[in-house]
C-alpha cells in the first residue's frame, strides 16, 4: 500500500486538519433506513435515507452532521433469458453536509452515484468492476478536498460453499 501524500489545512499559522498521517478513532455514526419498491424492469429499486451523527474525529476531517437519500438498482445486465451472467447494479443520491468543525465554511449539497457490474465467469467465481463519483464534499483550495472525485474499484468473488464467499477489491 502506497502512502498518500500529506495534505494539510492551515489558517492563522495554526494546523487544522491533517489527513497524511494515521488516525485510530471511531468515524461518525450514521442511521439509516431503506424501503424495497416495485419496480418493473429489473430486480427491483430500494429508496435509502441515512442521518450522520457529529462523533468522530474532527482533525480527520469527521464530526460533521448529514442527512442523504439515495435510490438503488440492480439485475441482469444482457445476456439470453434468464441468464445471470452480468450484472450491474446503480446507485444515485444526494446528501446535504455541513463541514467538519476545522474546515467550517458552510453547509454542502453533494451529488453521488455509483456503476457496478459484475460478470459470473464461473459458479463459483465473479468478476466485478465498480465506478463511484461524487461532487465536491467540502470547499477547500487543496485539491484533494475541493473538488469532485471518482474512483474505478475492480475485485472478484470466489464462492466457497452454499452460504459463504470471499470477496477482494481494490
Not at 135 to 155: D, H, K
Amino acid at each position: 500500500m502506497t502512502p498518500l501524500p500529506a495534505t494539510s489545512s492551515r489558517k492563522d499559522g495554526r494546523s487544522r486538519a491533517d489527513i497524511g498521517r494515521s488516525i485510530f478513532s471511531p468515524g461518525d455514526v450514521a442511521l439509516g433506513i431503506g424501503r424495497a419498491v416495485a419496480f418493473p424492469v429489473n430486480d427491483g429499486l430500494v429508496l435509502r435515507a441515512a442521518v450522520t451523527l457529529p462523533t468522530g474525529d474532527a482533525t480527520a476531517l469527521a464530526g460533521g452532521v448529514s442527512a442523504a437519500v439515495w435510490a438503488e438498482t440492480s439485475g441482469r445486465l444482457f445476456g439470453p433469458g434468464s441468464s445471470r451472467a452480468w450484472l450491474y447494479g446503480v446507485t444515485l443520491g444526494g446528501l446535504v453536509a455541513s463541514p467538519p468543525p476545522v474546515l467550517a465554511r458552510g453547509w454542502r449539497l453533494v451529488a453521488f452515484g455509483r456503476l457496478g457490474v459484475t460478470w459470473r465467469l464461473l459458479a463459483a467465481l465473479a468478476l466485478k468492476v465498480q465506478v463511484d463519483a461524487n461532487s465536491s464534499r467540502y470547499r477547500s483550495e487543496a485539491a484533494p478536498l475541493g473538488g469532485p472525485a471518482v474512483m474505478i474499484g475492480m475485485g472478484g468473488t470466489v464462492k466457497l460453499g452454499a452460504r459463504d464467499a470471499g470477496d477482494r477489491r481494490r
